[in-house]
């Protein structure tokens, strides 16, 4: 239908009209007749000053939107209909740049609407009429009779909806857009409205209230809104509830405006071909596709299949090569020698511990006698510090430092070795070992800077934090995970394997994707970044660095992040202490996890691992470097900002897990130990920090979301995608919707969050 035929019928629908009200709002009928005679007198105004500036044709109409609810721009709209031109609400309109102005003086026909207004005719513009939006409209709204309501501002939706009801000669009432659905659900039982045009959003809401059911709407006959998303089965049905006595319910879709009916069925067969087509892919066991609800898109939860045989990497040739690299890494370092010098400075850390005491009036002399209870309560211990207190006792009787009945402790050794001039001596001889051997000696300036804080530290009176970060630095415990020569050999060893593993990797087109835990001050990933750097301009990977501070991540980049030199280094905030679905990261959807002595951190080693597993693709890898024993001038410093663990460590007693807990820890997490360095017979063996590396779920076929997607390109704008190492399941072993549900809301969010992975 040609605009000049939809015009005549809006007009020959006031005419019916006539004095009856056309258009009612807040203080302000118009009648038929009354809009006729205003638009007319518009359109004669108007035809006369362009006839001077020739032909209308190409032209639209602008006019400045404004939250008024006057009726002016669905009243200009008609003028444009009438002068056969387009029309276009804008914010803002620059005439003198974009517009010819036309000055109209506006008839007193309207009470409360008289003056002068500019009206804007834009040159070759592209701007249309939905004429078949509003052919749809006149088809919903012809069979019905009686008034028609408006909860919706003026778009063009809206305003061709009022033409259509305009054209039916039905009048039209507008309400407020805001409204909510409580009010609603009111004036609509109130008045007997036959029609309603609404927005989406009141929909839903009228959908879900509580008091649909008891609201009388035997006068609705026809039901208009707009939506850009795919509505949800569940929404649909809750229309449905809405749309009784054979209410004929129509949707704005990016196709028309169709039947609810049409769409539901149109999004029933779409999502058959969706649910058949993940079906067919060769490592897909069994799937289930849920729709969101607000959404034009579905969430997709794929389960992989079970293969019998693990991956065929040549285990023994790449341990055997990486023992080879960093034998000849360190080859200069006498380290027999360097291992001597770490355990004189566990050893003079231990003699400050001592010292400690002493300064807080326990362990004076050699006759001194001191219960448990006193030694907590006499300086007094802060109680925070109370379990790590318990440690040094037992680790200072081990070391024969202190003896024990088993009621009372007192010292094993002179007092005049613990002296505070004895471990001045200490700590100076120590400083120039160290100095030696790293170049540097910020780790001795750091543990004897703690040692001398001890008495303050145990009562809670000094924060470790403020030692270990001066000022808010991240300097100093940079240089930590510098300067010892196991943490050297250990991200040497992180650096050997990620580089066999891009220079291996066979995802072919899929984009490799590696997450670094506990990121902290970055000394891991500055030693990684030489390897990437040298893979990126022809391996597809992505480099995620995480830690649970902000204040890491702004560090780290400030000085490494450059977008244009690595654009494959992201960042993120991530704590291995919380599920990480909460924190927006998906399961299945990295190759590689490298976490450098942050484990030790967590308060349930356990949970944390099973969770990092969870993250990893069939056939990833986990990069880990743990101690494995205890490092007594940690015990001296940093570990007074470890939280209490809830692990194995809670029975032991011990900073750290052992290297058999660790060995069941990873297990029970369904990690394969693949590599654990150094080897028994290497000097670093005995100071207890170890390289793990192991291998994930590698009996499941390899399947990732983005490989899915590939699959699935007809759906790909369509999806979200979860690979689940298994369905969730009810008590009754069915498979959890409900949970399914909650995990698609959460996808949906974090994945609009972040703009998609």
């Keep these: 239908m040609k605009m000049e035929a939809i015009a005549a019928n809006i007009l020959s629908g006031l005419e019916q009209l006539g004095e009856y009200p056309a258009l009612s709002l807040e203080g302000c009928d118009w009648s038929g007749s009354q809009v006729l005679t205003w638009t007319g007198s518009v359109v004669a105004k108007l035809n006369e000053q362009l006839a001077e500036q ?40 620059n005439p003198e740049k974009d517009c010819l102005t036309l000055e109209v003086q506006i008839p007193n026909a309207l009470e409360g609407h008289r003056g002068e207004f500019s009206v804007l005719l834009a040159e070759n513009t592209t701007v249309e009429t939905n004429l078949t939006l509003l052919e749809a409209q006149q ?46 659900l009111v004036a609509l039982e109130r008045s007997g409205f036959s029609g309603v045009v609404l927005t989406s959003t009141l929909l839903k809401g009228l959908a879900a209230h509580p008091a649909l059911a008891l609201t009388n709407l035997k006068s609705l006959q026809c039901l208009l809104y707009e939506t850009d998303v795919l509505l949800s089965q569940s929404l649909l049905r809750d229309i449905q509830r809405l749309l009784a006595n054979d209410i004929s319910g129509w949707v704005c879709t990016d196709k028309g405006i169709e039947p609810v009916a049409k769409v539901q069925q149109a999004q029933t067969q779409k999502l058959a071909t969706l649910v058949e087509s993940v079906a067919k892919h060769p490592a897909v066991a069994s799937s289930v596709t849920i ?139 120590l400083e120039q070992e160290w100095r030696m051997l790293s170049g540097a000696s910020k780790t001795i300036d ?20 403020h030692l270990l970060f001066p000022r808010g630095s991240t300097e100093l415990a940079s240089a930590l995970y510098r300067e010892g020569i196991a943490a050297r050999y250990q991200q040497h060893s992180v650096r050997a394997l990620l580089k066999s593993i891009l220079n291996n990797w066979e995802g072919q087109q899929q984009t490799l994707k590696i997450l670094e835990v506990g990121a902290g001050t970055g000394s891991t990933t500055q030693a990684l970044l030489p390897v990437l750097d040298d893979v990126s301009g022809h391996i597809n990977f992505e480099y995620q660095f995480t830690d649970i501070s902000a204040a890491f991540l702004d560090s780290f980049f400030a000085k490494h992040g ?196």
């Design 291 to 429: 729709p969101l609800a607000g959404e034009n898109r579905w969430a997709v939860f794929a389960q992989p299949k079970m293969q019998a045989e693990a991956s065929n990497l040549d285990m023994t040739g790449l341990f055997a090569r990486i023992n080879t690299e960093l034998d000849a890494e360190f080859a200069h370092i006498d380290l027999e020698h360097a291992v001597k010098v770490t355990e004189q400075l566990n050893a003079t850390a231990l003699l400050s511990m001592l010292n400690a005491f002493s300064h807080l009036g326990l362990f004076c002399d050699r006759h001194s006698v001191h219960s448990l209870a006193e030694i907590l309560e006499a300086p007094p211990v802060a109680q925070q510090h109370r379990a790590l207190i318990k440690r040094w006792i037992k680790v200072l009787q081990e070391q024969q430092l202190l003896r024990t009945d088993g009621e009372y402790w007192s010292p094993e050794v002179d007092p005049d070795s613990y002296s505070d001039a004895a471990l001045a001596l200490a700590w100076t001889r």
């Design 139 to 184: 088809e919903a709204l012809g069979p019905i009779q009686g008034k028609v309501a408006v909860f919706s501002p003026l778009n063009e939706f809206a305003r061709f909806g009022i033409f259509a009801a305009w054209s039916c000669g039905l009048p039209v009432r507008l309400q407020d857009p805001a409204i909510n659905p409580a009010k609603a």
């Design 562 to 757: 450059d977008q244009e030199q690595r654009p494959w280094l992201h960042r993120g905030l991530f704590d291995i202490d919380r599920s990480p679905r909460s924190q927006g990261f998906s399961p299945n959807s990295f190759d590689v996890i490298i976490a450098g002595g942050v484990f030790n951190a967590a308060r349930d080693t356990d949970a944390s691992l099973r969770r990092a597993a969870e993250l990893l693709r069939p056939g990833g890898w986990f990069i880990m470097t743990e101690p494995t024993s205890e490092e007594f001038w940690v015990m001296a410093s940093q570990a007074f900002m470890l939280v209490d663990a809830v692990d194995e460590r809670t029975d032991s007693g011990a900073t750290f897990l052992s290297l058999s807990q660790w060995h069941n820890a990873l297990e029970a997490a369904g990690l394969e130990l693949a590599m654990d360095l150094p080897v028994s017979e290497h000097p670093l063996s005995r100071q207890g920090h170890r390289f793990f590396a192991c291998r994930a779920k590698q009996h499941q076929m390899r399947l990732s979301a983005d490989c899915l997607a590939e699959y699935l390109d007809h759906f790909k704008s369509e999806i979200y995608i979860e690979v689940l190492d298994k369905l969730p399941l009810t008590l009754e072993g069915q498979i959890d919707k409900d949970q399914l549900e909650k995990w698609a809301v959460s996808m949906a969010e974090n994945r609009g969050e972040s703009n998609g992975n």
């Design 54 to 93: 020739g032909s209308q044709r190409g032209k639209t109409l602008l006019w400045q939107a404004d939250n008024s609810g006057n009726g002016l721009p669905l009243l200009m709209h008609l003028v444009a209909l009438r002068l056969g031109i387009g029309f276009e609400l804008v914010p803002e309109a």
């Design 446 to 465: 750091y543990a004897r800077a703690n040692a001398e804080q001890l008495p303050d530290l145990i009562r809670g009176k000094v924060q470790a934090v």
